[in-house]
């Protein structure tokens, strides 16, 4: 709350000294087409996200119903059940997690967004303590904030469409520096919750992670020339194969498939509705902050 106040009462400081000590005559003028144009600006980011909403938390609900996101969550309930102690055995918060990282390991942040949301909306329901972040939550939001990038899709996509010569070229680095992004992050948040990382489960599991990555660094380090078609072709093969793997296993439960995403695309949308508000209050603040020049002189004074 102070800091959006701030954010006004700075600019409108800035704007001030602007217009009496500089002449400028235009200030007042760019911050109100700040107001207008960062709230447009929400509106289309927020319309985006419901679309991704929509699709990723109705693929979802296939899952939940077809059993795959049980059999994930089953492969890595004893890893959770240590560092998520607080979270119940089974319960549909792990599902959620687990799809959030497993689409943040591919890159593919229009997929996890949803799927992030959605886990930490099942986490608010555990917490007690509703305008505080639970254990669970923090542990959550760090593993997702740090964001482990085995393939990074999205990025390579980018470079690729904005000429890059080699988009491939980050791909060991965002590799090396997301894994030990990780592992600081819950080595921290562990110390801090008390967690011991030193349990045969969590060693195993973040063992075999720690050889599996080293090994996929060290094969393409001396074989370059297959780090394109790994980032390429793996992880949108490797997404798209998940759906399809999902539609099989709720056909094979015989769920009326369709419906069932659209209950799940529905409750996306629900989700989006909630966020637009905040995306709003957001982007103005820091519009208006931007174009009174505050921003300028904040960044001018850290570089300084």
Known sequence: ?????????????????????????????EIV??????????????????????LWMGIMEIGEKGGAVRVLTKLFAPFFAKIFPGVPKNHPAHGSMMMNF???????????????LKAMNQLQELNPKKDTASNAQIMFLVL???????????????????GSEN?????????FATFIASLVGIIAVAIKQKINLFQPVIL??????????????????????????????????LLFSV?????????????????CFI?????????????????VAILVAVGVFRASGAMELLFDGLRG
């Open 204 to 237: 195993k599991y973040l063992g075999t992670l720690t050889v599996l990555i080293f090994g996929l660094l060290f094969w393409l380090k001396n074989s370059p020339e297959y780090i394109e078609v790994v980032s390429n072709v793996g992880g949108n093969l």
């Open 102 to 116: 497993s689409a943040n390991m591919l890159g593919l942040d229009n997929a996890a967004t949803p799927l992030g």
């Open 144 to 162: 997702n904030t740090s964001g482990l990038t085995i393939i990074p899709v999205s990025i390579l996509a980018y470079r690729a469409a904005n």
């Open 33 to 54: 087409d700040a107001l207008f144009e960062s709230s447009k600006s929400a509106f289309e980011i927020a319309l985006f996200l419901t679309g991704a909403l929509c």
């Open 243 to 259: 759906i399809i793997v999902f539609l099989i296993l709720g056909i094979r439960k015989k769920i009326n498939v369709y419906e």
């Open 1 to 29: 709350n102070r800091l959006w106040i701030g954010l006004f009462m700075t600019s409108l400081i800035m704007g001030l000294v602007k217009l009496f000590f500089f002449g400028d005559t235009l200030v007042f003028k």
């Open 167 to 175: 988009p491939a070229a980050v791909f060991l680095p965002i590799l």
């Open 263 to 279: 209950d799940g695309a529905k409750g996306g949308f629900d989700v989006a509705i909630k966020i637009v508000p905040y995306l």
